[in-house]
T-cell receptor, first 115, second 110 residues
């Protein structure tokens, strides 16, 4: 069975601070995909990144970066120089590469950036 | 690129009333389709998924049902709503790269 754990329920930081959102996953599959989504107050889910389990290179996209550590089954997300617009709920998710392709989500981390 | 149309955006229904939420997909054919629910302050729970017309798999026992009458149409229904059915419902379609989500329906059962 697959499981995604986001232990941080809520985080608040002051604007311009860096913040890291943790994600730990469990799966028996040797190949899988990991995702991060952002859910602003409006409710829609905004895709941020997909990572294949074979690719352990860290990725940076502007102020966003992701640290994939297969040895610890973690896929952490860091926002550098946070902004008020980053305030949202962030979900980490796991998907097997074959079959019904369903996503298993973590419970989400509510991030509040204080101006 | 895929687009998912989901309606209505908000819905307030009394306990015991029926429900029908519709989701249609544009920009792809034969997609896998999903219904997720997000209870207030909680994560996303997969309710149903469909890999083709008429093929529905249920993830959790509940008061809801789903149907897929056409390739790009996915419907979530209930004959009698319960208070516990309140939540934010999201339709999704999977692609080779990831998921596309609809804008969601916020259902309040009163």
């Amino acid at each position: 069975a697959q499981k995604v754990t986001q232990a941080q329920t809520e985080i608040s930081v002051v604007e311009k601070e860096d913040v890291t959102l943790d994600c730990v996953y469990e799966t028996r599959d040797t190949t899988y995909y990991l995702f991060w989504y952002k859910q602003p107050p409006s409710g829609e889910l905004v895709f941020l990144i997909r990572r294949n389990s074979f690719d352990e290179q860290n990725e940076i996209s502007g102020r966003y970066s992701w640290n994939f550590q297969k040895s610890t089954s973690s896929f952490n997300f860091t926002i550098t120089a946070s902004q008020v617009v980053d305030s949202a709920v962030y979900f980490c998710a796991l998907r097997a590469p074959f079959g019904n392709e369903k996503l298993t989500f973590g419970t989400g981390t509510r991030l509040t950036i204080i101006p | 690129s895929q687009t998912i149309h989901q309606w209505p955006a908000t819905l307030v229904q009394p306990v015991g009333s029926p429900l029908s939420l519709e989701c249609t997909v544009e920009g792809t054919s034969n997609p896998n389709l999903y219904w997720y629910r997000q209870a207030a302050g909680r994560g996303l729970q997969l309710l149903f998924y469909s890999v083709g017309i008429g093929q529905i798999s249920s993830e959790v026992p509940q008061n809801l049902s789903a149907s897929r009458p056409q390739d790009r149409q996915f419907i979530l229904s209930s004959k009698k709503l319960l208070l516990s059915d309140s939540g934010f419902y999201l339709c999704a379609s999977s692609t080779n790269y990831g998921y596309t989500f609809g804008s969601g329906t916020r259902l309040t059962v009163v």
